[in-house]
């Protein structure tokens, strides 16, 4: 009888030795190719930055003051930053100020705001996703205005009188903060909600008693129109208002790497505008927001200009957020509790701290905003070097004379755009 030899077992299971090999293969492939699908779709630069400007701003082409980020703007930093990527920048400025700006924000209108504190706490009480990536002009003086003639003298004659306070801006709140500092509430006076311009016009025509504002109404003093008969500056720091830069979560969520650049310009700027050697260059640049250099000069008299114009997330700005949002709870101007907690992030503000080597370069404050001995890395005062790259001129000579305006169906106040706009 004739038994059939056997296979080597090896022999029958070599076949599917190779298939599983192929298939694993395969699934390594397809799996290397996914994730750098996703990296590329996740990280993509995107076609345009949109940054909104919580005032209506001024000049030709349109710019505001008070701030570094227009540094960023007449400079064209951010055009010249992103120019290799083709991505386009795009400014917008609301005469509505930070109310309209909450509004763009809310439709992805827009992608960074500059705005103030007050408006910032209201948009993320009502649900608005936001994070906020440095300060840009902080310590922002309050003022209360009136007619030459008038016999008002101070906070504690305004009992009854009719008063402009631009409500939902950042002015509101230290307004409230003052009237009650002198035994008032905002219910003591008779309020009228205008903004910047109407309260100007107001005043001149005798419209209103008197007016809180900022540094606009230098102007009208100086022409004789009005008299300041009350003044935060050089007082009680908390007694100021606060802005800064913010991003939507989402943008910053699909567009980490553009939200980095973003912050390495307006870091530049701070810097630059910090620089005690630019103070002259600085407040002409600012003028051509239509706003006299004199009234700047009077703004920032015996003030530091780093300390206005750092960028840094430390105490003093957290805590006058915080404050902002305790207030306006109390106030009834916003329906729930808003808490400080997950809404600052620092990491794209160190990351160019560290790349520009300005670490050590200003000065953080606590809560109360004294000077935070325990902030080591930040204590030096602002060094005079010259930025990375920075011009000796506030404005590069090389930047076209012309510029695109465009109108787009925008939020409520919205009233210019200006892609790639220019300061000569």
Known sequence: MIHPTPQPPIAASRAPSRLLAQVRSLCVAVWCVAGFLWSATTHAAPDVVRIGVATAGGGN?????????????ANRWLEEAFDKQGVRVEWFFFKGA????NEALSNDQIDFAYQGDLPSVIGRANGL??????????RNNLYLVTPPQSDITGIEDLKHRKVSIFRGTNGHLVANKLLASHGLTERDVKGVNLDTGSAQAALVSNGVDAAFGGYEYFKLRDQGLVKIVYSSQGKDPTFTRQASLLVRNSFEEAH???????????????QWASDEQHRAALFELWSRSGTPQASFEAEFKDQSLAARNSPLLDGFLVARYQDVADQARELKLIRRDVTTEGWFEPRYLQAALKRQGLERNWQAFDAKGLVDAGAHANAPAASTS?????????????????TTTTTLPLASHAIAVAPQGALR
Request: a positive charge.
């Open 129 to 138: 996703k936001t994070k906020i990536l440095l300060g840009s002009g902080t």
């Open 61 to 73: 082409p349109i710019t505001w003051g008070g701030s570094p980020g227009s540094v960023a703007r």
């Open 98 to 101: 930070g109310p309209a700006v």
């Open 256 to 270: 980490p790497d553009a939200v980095q650049t973003v912050v390495d310009v307006f870091v530049r700027a701070a």
């Open 386 to 402: 010259p930025a990375p790259h920075a011009q000796s001129s506030p404005v590069d000579a090389s930047v076209a004379a012309t």
